[in-house]
């Protein structure tokens, strides 16, 4: 084992003992937080939402959990594993959740769309937490994402594009505008400017 790789596995132990410590359930205040930025130490989120180490998966899904609970992602766009004493890169190659599970209640205007992602955050589409949806290049399709926390976000998998795409009304009566209603908004189904 080289130097580095021992640094770097030190540094992942540490990291995780800090995660844990910090709060016992959920996600935690890393919006408070301001510890000094330590570098990269190899973490990565594919965007089919497996996280990497080193380029090695991590394949325990408790320690996937805790780490997701200690991300955040800056205003400089980038995104960190935050703890109270110390701060590291994440390279996401998308968004750093996926949308798993979509649940569906009520009618119209009354219309709530619950999702849940890979890493068992529960969010309902409404103002706080905004559906928007990107066109993607070079084919120009539209992936949909939803607001998680902070600036973090869940990808919607195909399969619930799919089911979104099923729910979707016109709201005019040109059709032309297509949509789904949340959390008393109105969510169009067109990419985001």
Not at 4 to 11: A, E, F, L, N, V
Not at 65 to 82: H, M, N, P, Q, W
Not at 117 to 138: C, I, S, Y
Request: glycine share 8%.
């Amino acid at each position: 084992m080289t130097d580095s790789t021992k640094t770097s596995s030190t540094g992942l132990e540490a990291l995780t003992r800090a995660a844990a410590e910090s709060d016992k359930a959920g996600a935690r205040p890393v919006e408070k937080w301001n510890p000094p930025y330590c570098g990269d130490i190899g973490m990565k989120i594919r965007r089919d939402g497996v996280w990497l180490y080193q380029e090695s998966p991590i394949g325990r899904i408790a320690l996937v959990k805790l780490f997701a609970s200690i991300l955040r992602k800056d205003e400089d766009g980038k995104t960190y594993l935050v703890t109270p004493a110390e701060k590291v890169d994440v390279e996401v190659e998308d968004a750093p959740f996926l949308a798993v599970e979509m649940a569906v209640s009520g009618e119209g205007r009354n219309q709530m769309l619950t999702f849940r992602t890979n890493v068992d955050d529960v969010v309902t589409v409404d103002a706080a937490h905004p559906l928007r949806f990107q066109k993607t290049k070079p084919e120009g399709g539209l992936k949909p994402y939803v607001l998680v926390r902070g600036r973090l976000e869940a990808l919607c998998t195909r399969a619930i594009y799919a089911e979104l795409v099923e729910l979707a009304k016109p709201e005019d009566a040109m059709g032309e505008v297509i949509g789904l209603w949340s959390g008393g908004l109105w969510w169009e189904i067109a990419a985001s400017a």
